[in-house]
């Protein structure tokens, strides 16, 4: 790495403009050269004028010579290239200064900064909208069952069932909102989550045969609503079993819950 290059990094070591690897190679250079000590100096007090007076919309002219004929590789003598060297900075300076005014360095710098942070922002609000989707089916599906269950109770002919926990699950609690012709909705609460692979299943019994009502299962909570489908006749009791979770067609496993005859 020739010193031209440390010489054009000053002015952006200066405004803190140089990447990580960029400053750490330049600080590692500058611990030992008084030459880019001392115009870091120059170039600090630079861009200090510069921020005091403000930024110039366009470079002094002698500024923009210097700039011109270090463009052209004009070798200028080495004594007198300490003030065209310090010229040209303040032209740099001018610039970059402008450019932050700007916007664009600006906009790169927290661009690169916090792409990484924005990546991880943007990720959470997805996860969080589609945990507030899933939310929001849930409620839905819960507001469509109540307002069923008011609906049903509008009809004088529907009866309110108590369910009692049996066999495993002794606490659990059940009712259920029924309509003869019209089927119904079973609540119930303080329910284990059925293990994996089974569910719960309904049964709505007439003349002592059980008829199959579908599966569900409960929340974490333990509670679950869930339609009932008219029985076949008039039904003397309501259970609910542990099945395989698609259901089966007769009731194989313990009873969970069951209606008081
Ligand atoms: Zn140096």
């Given at each position: 790495m020739s010193h031209e290059t440390f010489d054009d990094q000053v002015a952006a070591y200066a405004l803190d403009a140089l990447d990580a690897g960029e400053r750490a190679a330049f600080e590692a250079h500058l611990a030992g050269c008084t030459r880019c000590e001392s115009t870091l100096r120059e170039s600090r007090e630079a861009l200090a004028a510069v921020v005091l007076e403000g930024p110039a919309a366009v470079p002094p002219p002698d500024v923009k010579a210097a700039l011109m004929r270090r463009v052209a590789g004009d070798a200028t003598p080495v004594h007198r290239r300490t003030d065209t060297r310090r010229l040209w900075l303040r032209?740099?300076?001018?610039?970059?200064?402008?450019?932050?005014v700007g916007g664009f360095l600006t906009g790169m710098f927290v661009a690169a900064r916090y792409e990484a942070e924005l990546g991880r922002v943007a990720r959470e609000t997805s996860r969080l909208r589609e945990d507030l989707a899933r939310?929001?089916?849930?409620?839905?599906?819960?507001?469509?069952?109540?307002?069923?269950?008011?609906?049903?109770?509008?009809?004088?002919?529907?009866?309110?069932?108590?369910?009692?926990?049996?066999?495993?699950?002794?606490?659990?609690?059940?009712?259920?909102?029924?309509?003869?012709?019209?089927?119904?909705?079973?609540?119930?609460?303080?329910?284990?989550?059925?293990?994996?692979?089974?569910?719960?299943?309904?049964?709505?019994?007439?003349?002592?045969?059980?008829?199959?009502a579908g599966v569900f299962q409960v929340d974490e909570s333990g509670q679950a609503i869930h339609r009932v489908p008219p029985g076949r006749g008039p039904v003397d009791v309501f259970a609910i079993t542990l099945e395989p979770a698609p259901g089966v067609p007769a009731p194989t496993g313990p009873i969970v819950l069951a209606s008081t005859k």
């Open positions: 032209g740099v300076l001018v610039a970059a200064a402008a450019m932050v939310q929001e089916a849930a409620l839905q599906t819960r507001v469509a069952a109540y307002q069923a269950i008011v609906d049903l109770l509008r009809d004088p002919a529907t009866r309110v069932i108590a369910m009692r926990g049996a066999g495993p699950s002794p606490t659990a609690e059940g009712r259920v909102v029924w309509h003869e012709t019209a089927g119904g909705q079973v609540l119930v609460a303080k329910l284990p989550p059925a293990p994996a692979g089974k569910a719960y299943e309904m049964w709505t019994i007439a003349g002592g045969k059980p008829t199959a």
